[in-house]
Structure formats: C-alpha cells, structure tokens
C-alpha cells in the first residue's frame, strides 16, 4: 500500500478549493497515519513549464508547507496530467511490488481524474478517501459538483474504491 500526493503545490493551494480546512485536514492525518504504519508516502508535483506558476525552481512550484516530505520520501515530477506517464513512477511501483494505492490531493478534474483512470488501467486497485481531493469552480459546475461526480459517480465501482476517511484509517492499520 502506497500513500500517492499528488500536486498539492504552494500555487494551487488556497481556500477557494472545495472544503480546503477538511482537505487539508485529512491529508495531513493520512500522511501521519502512513509515516506511522510504515506505509510509504509518495509526492507529485506538476511542471507547467517555463514562466508559469507550476515551474520546476518557482516557489509556487513547492509542495504545501503542512504537507513537506521527509528527505527519505520520494518525488516524481510531471508534465502531463497523470502522475504515471513518463515520471518512473510506475516502474517504482512494479520494483516494489505494490498494487494499491491510496490516491489524495489535486484536482479532482484534472489530475486525480488522470491518475485514478491510468492507474486502474494499469491495473492498481486505487483507493480515494472522501474529501482528500479537491477543485476549484469552472465555468461548468461548482466545486463542490465536480468533486461529487467524480467521487461519488465516475470513480466508485468503475476505476477506484471511494471510502470514508475512517474507513482509510482502518485499512492504513492493517
């Protein structure tokens, strides 16, 4: 079992994200509750490019400062929207042997939504924690409606398991 963070980057971090105080919240609690079950915590962080604010180098670019990862606690960069293509993240996985992974940070409809998907394919067993994902308003839903049709119609039963936070917490003390 993996804990996999994705994007959660200084930029993008802010209280416009669907229920931020209780995004923030349980990502902290499951990374503690990894680090303290020996549950290996992974990071991803975006690359938009030169001159934008998710560039390699800016500090936009750094992961959210409640959410820092141990010097011993692995990176991978992307430049695409799944956290699998091209990064040797799946690689990693395959070396070590781990099939389910436990998917928090952003956005829903953007990278999570990619990952979730690529990583079914590649046939892990993804895990999403309720309110551990999270989006902005767009020009077609609300927030809050996008996370729901993700969690709650698009992901569960077809390409991941949507579980409670208690529910994670109790997997994560097996």
């Known amino acids: 079992m993996i804990l996999l963070v ?33 549950i290996e915590v992974i990071y991803v962080r975006h690359d938009d490019g030169v001159g934008q604010k998710l560039t390699k180098g800016a500090l936009g670019y750094e992961i959210y400062e409640e959410f820092q990862p141990m010097p011993n606690e692995r990176v991978f960069d992307k430049n695409v929207n799944s956290a699998f293509r091209d990064t040797g993240l799946l690689d990693y ?52 409606n996008s996370y729901r049709y993700y969690n709650e119609f698009m992901w569960n039963g077809r390409y991941a398991e949507c579980i409670s936070f208690e ?5 994560m003390n097996r």
């Open 167 to 171: 529910k994670t917490l109790e997997l």
């Open 93 to 144: 996985l395959h070396e070590k042997d781990e099939d389910t992974i436990i998917i928090v940070g952003l956005q829903t409809d953007y990278c999570i939504d990619a990952t979730v998907k690529c990583g079914f394919e590649h046939g892990l067993k993804m895990i999403v924690p309720a309110n551990t994902n999270s989006t902005l308003d767009n020009a077609y839903m609300t927030a809050e």
């Open 6 to 38: 994705v994007d959660t980057q200084n930029s993008i971090m802010n209280n416009a994200l669907y229920k931020f105080q209780t995004f923030v919240y349980r990502i902290k609690a499951l990374i503690k509750e990894a680090r303290n079950n020996d």
